[in-house]
């Protein structure tokens, strides 16, 4: 995949020098409660944030999504032998990176063996502000999601990936696994047929993988920036279906696809 040119102020990057210092390297929070999910969906890695399976939710129509297939995490760029191994061993043979070109820059990535990496810029041509919104969040971040430029072919990139990894899986990834990372998610999670109440539930577990209270908008997530992000869905293309169709440009096909190879 192509890299995609990025300008952008030295405030940012000094910014995220900053951040980087508060979200890497730290060991994940205890998986959430048993009855909060299916199964324990955490892959217990040291040096990776927020890195979790996405499967075992049951969708609107009886059918679950499949473990061992998708993965959503943080940067890698502190993965310790040992977790490199954990995805190895996991079969990760694609990592989706969506950070910006500064942030890839501070934390380079540690791929697993055998697999491939591609690099899929969400708001490297977003204007400064947006960017710099990255180490906050907010709801002018996740409304981003649907109109910065380059951002409907990051997610789709995602996606396709997903569709075109048939031999192991796919994992995806932002710097703390929680913004752009839970915007993927919950595309990927809807498009498949998961209810709204399930992708929102698996959208929060990322305040409980962070050890992040409700009121850390630094470390954690609310329901009103996931919310915001499903209306701008709606404002600017009238539903999700069509946000799907007409940003994403994903067919019938390419949906078909998804759902054949995750859903059992």
Request: overall charge negative; proline content about 4%.
């Amino acid at each position: 995949m192509a890299h995609r040119s990025l300008r952008a102020p030295v405030a940012l990057a000094t910014g995220l020098v900053v951040a980087f210092g508060a979200v890497t390297g730290a060991a994940l929070a205890d998986p959430p409660a048993a009855s909060a999910v299916a199964f324990d969906r955490s892959l217990h890695l040291q040096g990776v944030q927020n890195a979790r399976d996405i499967g075992g939710y049951r969708t609107l129509d009886g059918r679950t999504v499949r473990t061992g297939s998708v993965y959503r995490g943080g940067q890698l760029n502190n993965a310790t032998p040992d977790d490199l191994a954990v995805l190895t061993d996991r079969r990760v043979r694609v990592v989706h990176d969506l950070r910006t070109v500064f942030e890839r820059e501070l934390g380079p990535d540690r791929i697993p063996a055998g697999a491939t990496a591609h690099w899929d810029d969400v708001i490297g041509h977003a204007p400064p502000a947006v960017m710099a919104a990255t180490l906050t969040g907010g709801e002018g971040l996740y409304r981003a999601f649907i109109t910065a430029p380059g951002a409907d072919e990051a997610f789709a990139a995602v996606l396709r990936g997903i569709v075109d990894t048939t031999d192991g899986a796919v994992l995806f990834h932002c710097t703390a696994g929680k913004d752009r990372t839970g915007w993927t998610a919950a595309v990927l999670l809807t498009v498949l047929g998961v209810d709204r109440a399930t992708v929102t539930e698996d959208y929060l577990l990322s305040n409980q993988f962070r050890n992040a209270s409700p009121d850390d908008q630094l470390n954690g997530v609310r329901q009103s920036w996931l919310d915001a992000a499903f209306d701008q869905v709606n404002q600017t293309y009238g539903s999700f279906d069509t946000y799907v169709r007409d940003a994403l440009e994903l067919t019938d096909a390419d949906i078909a696809a998804l759902k054949a190879e995750l859903l059992a």
